[in-house]
T-cell receptor, first 110, second 116 residues
Framework: LAKTTQPISMDSYEGQEVNITCSHN???????ITWYQQFPSQGPRFIIQ???TKVTNEVASLFIPADRKSSTLSLPRVSLSDTAVYYC???????????FGTGTRLLVSP | DAGVIQSPRHEVTEMGQEVTLRCKPI?????LFWYRQTMMRGLELLIY????????DSGMPEDRFSAKMPNASFSTLKIQPSEPRDSAVYFC??????????????FGPGTRLTVL
């Protein structure tokens, strides 16, 4: 069973740019890549979604290379409130099963 | 919009008892998902429905788990009999489209289940 993988944790300081990468070698042709943010005791919350190249919204950017085997979530200038766990969500080719990544715990310090 | 509603928010029960978790998706959404989250296994998809029909239940751990969606506005996840290893946070999510792909999902607040 194919897996998506992310770094377990990352540390940053306020005002810095943070890039979190997710590997997904068996992504399905028609599937989008979606990133979610989760705070303690809450359900995951949608951040951004894309299919290829680059997508940008008011809170983040998503970079997807041509082969789509990975994606990078970019948070431009993090604040303390961005401390959370970040998940990537993609479909897995051949299984039609939605698989969350392992999650990356981001800690933003003053 | 009230978002996805789950009840109860917390449930404590004893091993062997039946547990029923409830979910009301966002009105107009066509897909509903049940997830389980634990420290050891992370966030796992248990089952999802499109237009009230179960599409993929391969994530359901065993026959003790069952899920139903009798109409577009209500779903249940039942565990019978419950075991301590079922202790986890169970999330329900809904999405607008019925494609089963990674369309934006809106999560509920979760039900924290503790089986003693």
């Amino acid at each position: 069973l194919a897996k998506t993988t992310q770094p377990i944790s990352m540390d940053s300081y306020e005002g810095q740019e943070v890039n979190i990468t997710c590997s997904h070698n068996n992504i399905a042709t028609n599937d989008y890549i979606t990133w979610y943010q989760q705070f303690p005791s809450q359900g995951p919350r949608f951040i951004i979604q894309g299919y290829k190249t680059k997508v940008t919204n008011e809170v983040a950017s998503l970079f997807i290379p041509a082969d789509r085997k990975s994606s990078t979530l970019s948070l431009p200038r993090v604040s303390l409130s961005d401390t959370a766990v970040y998940y990537c969500l993609v479909g897995v080719k051949g299984f039609q099963k939605l698989v969350f990544g392992t999650g990356t715990r981001l800690l933003v310090s003053p | 919009d009230a978002g996805v509603i789950q009840s109860p928010r917390h449930e404590v029960t004893e091993m062997g008892q039946e547990v029923t978790l409830r979910c009301k998706p966002i009105s107009g959404h066509n897909s509903l998902f049940w997830y389980r989250q634990t420290m050891m296994r992370g966030l796992e998809l248990l089952i999802y429905f499109n237009n009230n029909v179960p599409i993929d239940d391969s994530g359901m751990p065993e026959d003790r788990f069952s899920a139903k969606m009798p109409n577009a506005s209500f779903s249940t996840l039942k565990i019978q009999p419950s075991e301590p290893r079922d202790s986890a946070v169970y999330f329900c999510a809904s999405s607008l489209y019925a494609s089963g792909n990674t369309d934006t999902q809106y999560f509920g607040p979760g039900t924290r289940l503790t089986v003693l």
